[in-house]
């Protein structure tokens, strides 16, 4: 194998691990961030849906939207700025007195004692729900965005396990990647610096080092 083929499969390798590097921060800094702040919002305002940047994911619990979404699926919500401006159609998620999530959609607008009230229902139920929805109790509006189970596995990431799988796993990984590949870089500069000594070494024997010869080997280690 040629000196030229070994530097190019270097380089190759090398390339491929910083592609995968990125690739990992890619996929897991997200996921950690978001979890980190969700959770943090959890605590900080227990009496609110947990959002960012005005957005939050809210878990199905029963099919009484069905066919729109199911049991187990994770909706986006917008945060409502004008509740006002809500209609009849418009699907809602609102904190009932117990502090529960449901998503209803609007099948009325009403009016009681001069504030304005939501009659909500579920699309797969017969009737209305009991109680009006009031403007504060809307933590917002369905934004059409549901994918399906994906609930599921978000209340799995909320126990012990869940965190350690999602939070805990992931950033050991990357602190993981970090230290296998500054070892890699290492062991490739090492082996090039041997490689450059074994050439000056064949060039000594062979009476001594070329005029210019010097010039043309690098100690830079490869790329």
């Known amino acids: 194998m040629t000196a030229t083929t070994q530097q190019s499969e270097k380089r190759s390798g090398s390339v491929l691990f910083n592609v995968i590097g990125v690739l990992l921060c890619l996929i897991f800094i997200p996921v950690i961030l978001v979890n980190l702040v969700l959770i943090a919002k959890t605590y900080t305002d227990p009496d609110h849906i947990p959002s960012v940047a005005g957005f939050s994911p809210v878990i199905c619990l029963s099919g009484s939207m069905e066919p729109t979404f199911s049991t187990g699926d994770m909706i986006l ?31 009325q607008v009403t009016d009681l004692d001069g504030q304005v009230r939501y009659v909500t229902q579920g699309d797969a139920n017969n009737t209305a729900d009991q109680l009006a929805v009031s403007p504060d109790q809307i933590e917002g509006v369905y934004t059409g965005v549901h994918i ?48 450059l000594e074994e050439r000056l070494k ?22």
Do not use: N
């Not at 004008?82 to 099948?107: F, N, R, S």
């Open 77 to 107: 919500i917008r945060h409502v700025a004008d509740p006002a401006a809500l209609e009849k159609g418009d699907v809602i998620c609102y904190l009932t007195g117990e502090g529960i999530a449901v998503t209803h959609t609007i099948v």
């Open 202 to 223: 064949e060039l000594e024997s062979a009476g001594g080092t070329a005029p210019g010869e010097e010039a043309k080997i690098s100690r830079e280690p490869p790329q």
């Open 148 to 195: 399906p189970k994906l609930g599921s596995l978000a209340m799995f990431m909320q126990t012990t396990t869940g965190m350690l799988l999602f939070i805990v796993c992931p950033l050991l990984l990357l602190v993981g990647w970090d230290i296998l590949r500054r070892r890699m870089d290492a062991k490739r500069e090492a082996q090039h610096t041997r490689e």
